[in-house]
């Protein structure tokens, strides 16, 4: 059937449809693409009429694979930044630990993410980590249970996380999904934990802080042992706003009495109380 139809027919409706198309993608689109892509597709012509079209083709994908990157990595893919002192889990804690959750909350950054995962989001991740001041935060939580995937490319930038953290003496606990454990567990590291779920993660980052609180306390016991007997922490708050903490050095005068003073001769009078 091509054959019964003239060549200057065919010919006519080639270029009938190339100029329809460029007049599309020249002048229409003008006004309603970015100024960017209208220059992108500008250039794929001019290299289309110098190179030939496998060349024009070649620098049209790899332009779009490059701004398409440039573009993702400018969305925010910071789902949450907040410390535990106002993220918590959904364990019900005690009036003495919540209470304490909130004083020592904010040395616990918390950070969800969602997204696809590449190279330039995952230097936006680590930004977003080194912002916070050293020696401000002992726990970080790192949720990635939201996020579509991740390349491979980027654990490399999350493997500097893990230096860092070991670096910094922090405790890390990671929310992975199924489909991420392969991909992390490469990153196995003693300072790093990983979790099930961000609530998972919040009650483990809860029971560290608690863990801490209740060692300061094992620690104060054993300097005033006298202590113990106060069943809660109320009542050992409300004894020692009776009590004025003097500290002498080994041989100063604690106290004495109508004659000649009575000196300290042990060596561990530093911390006495009176």
Known sequence: MLAWIP????????????????????????????????????????????????????????????????????????????????????????????????????SCRVGRFEGFVFFGVAHSIYDWYCAGPEGAHSIVVLDFSKTRGIDHSAVSVLEKIVRTVARRRQRLILVLGDELRTVFRALSSPAVETAGSFDAALERAEDILLAQRSAEESRALSVHPALAVFAGDADREAFLRYLREVRLAAGETLFGRAGPPTRCTSSKADGWRS
């Open 7 to 106: 060549k200057v027919a065919l010919g006519s409706l080639v270029l009938y449809l190339g100029v329809t198309m460029l007049r599309n993608w020249l002048i229409d689109l003008r006004h309603t693409l970015p100024r960017v892509e209208w220059l992108q597709v500008v250039a794929i012509l001019v290299c289309i009429v110098a190179f030939g079209y496998v060349t024009g083709f070649l620098a049209g994908l790899l332009a779009a694979c490059i701004f398409f990157v440039v573009n993702y990595s400018r969305m925010p893919a910071t789902r949450l930044d907040s410390t535990l002192a106002t993220v918590r889990s959904s364990v019900i804690r005690s009036v003495a630990d919540q209470a304490w959750l909130t004083q020592t909350g904010a």
